[in-house]
Nanobody, 114 residues
Framework: VQLQASGGGLVEAGGSLRLSCATS????????MRWYRQAPDKEREWVAA???????NVADSVKGRFTISRDIAKKTMYLQMNTLEPEDTAVYYC?????????WGQGTLVTVSS
């Protein structure tokens, strides 16, 4: 199983980006699909999730601005980020948590300039 995150880049405050997490390999027993981020000198934090029962949740810090989604046919998860703020600058990681283990993408850097 491999996860490939992409879509990061440099954007001005107020702008938008869409991150993608393409998966390969056979993934079964999914408990949740998540996005995390880690800003410089900070701990990794949870951003958004799709649970195994198809509940969609986002952290309070991004609520109303970020949306998580997935395309089952394309085996891809997305994070639509709108109204970006400098505080959103971080490396964003995708994660799939299954009953057999947890898988991580390599991270994609998002930089928001003020």
């Amino acid at each position: 199983v491999q996860l490939q995150a992409s879509g990061g880049g440099l954007v001005e405050a107020g702008g938008s980006l869409r991150l993608s997490c393409a998966t390969s390999g056979r993934i079964i027993g999914i408990k949740a699909m998540r996005w995390y981020r880690q800003a410089p000198d900070k701990e990794r934090e949870w951003v958004a999730a799709i649970t195994g029962t198809s509940n969609f949740n986002v952290a309070d810090s991004v609520k109303g601005r970020f949306t998580i989604s997935r395309d089952i046919a394309k085996k891809t998860m997305y994070l639509q980020m709108n109204t970006l703020e400098p505080e959103d600058t971080a490396v964003y990681y995708c994660n799939i948590d299954t009953v057999y283990g947890s898988y991580w993408g390599q991270g994609t850097l998002v930089t928001v300039s003020s």
